[in-house]
């Protein structure tokens, strides 16, 4: 079965379900896309790994990526293999003393996990024959800006904060491990600088 590879193009709170996130993914060098709606701690388990922020006790993804290193298993790639009922469903392809292993996962999950493994992520082609859709990476963006900005969950004050407050902001969220709160200010700063 033919298999294409994704990048993850950005996030950005869903405007179709209240405290989920929309997390896109793109075909590598084709504008097809797919849009998969992720829990709001799944949203930050990928935020916090794309930001390089570093959580002072390690996350659930953090410990089974410790917990795999320790086993001596490798994460050697995630397909999203099906699209049913408006579901994505994944695949881990692991590796463990010379035996390929395949593990269900939810595709949110596995994502997560693919970050911190730095593994690759594929579709099979079917999947993305259904569920893809072509945007360009500029509509994508201004989509983000826009649901960034009706987001009911954003606090108004930090449009008030230069970068380098937001910045001080956003390392002490992460100190007390507020995560959605670290996650709500990086989006600030990266809407700030886009500016």
């Known amino acids: 079965m033919e298999k294409l590879k994704l990048d993850i193009i950005g996030m950005s709170y869903s405007q179709s379900q209240s405290g989920a996130y929309a997390l896109i993914l793109g075909v590598k060098g084709g504008k097809k896309r797919l849009p998969i709606i992720i829990g709001r701690f799944e949203a930050q388990a990928i935020a916090i790994e794309l930001e390089n922020m570093k959580p002072a006790r ?18 050697s790639e995630v397909i999203i293999n099906k699209f049913e009922d408006g579901i994505f469903y994944s695949l881990l392809v692991c590796e463990h003393e010379g035996d390929t292993l395949y593990i269900d996962s939810r595709t949110s999950d596995a994502v997560a996990l693919s970050l911190r493994f730095n593994c690759p992520i594929f579709a099979n082609k079917e999947v993305i024959d259904e569920a893809g859709i072509e945007m360009d990476d500029e509509e994508i963006e201004n989509e983000m800006d826009d649901s960034f900005d009706d987001d009911p969950e954003q606090v108004s004050e930090y449009k008030q904060m230069s970068i380098t407050d937001l910045e001080e902001a956003l390392k002490k969220a992460v100190e007390e491990e507020n995560y959605e709160e670290a996650s709500r200010i990086r989006d600030e700063i990266k809407r700030m600088k886009r500016l």
Not at 66 to 75: I, P, Q, S
């Open 58 to 75: 390690p996350l659930t993804h953090d410990l089974f990526k410790r917990f795999a290193d320790e086993l001596n298993v490798t994460l």
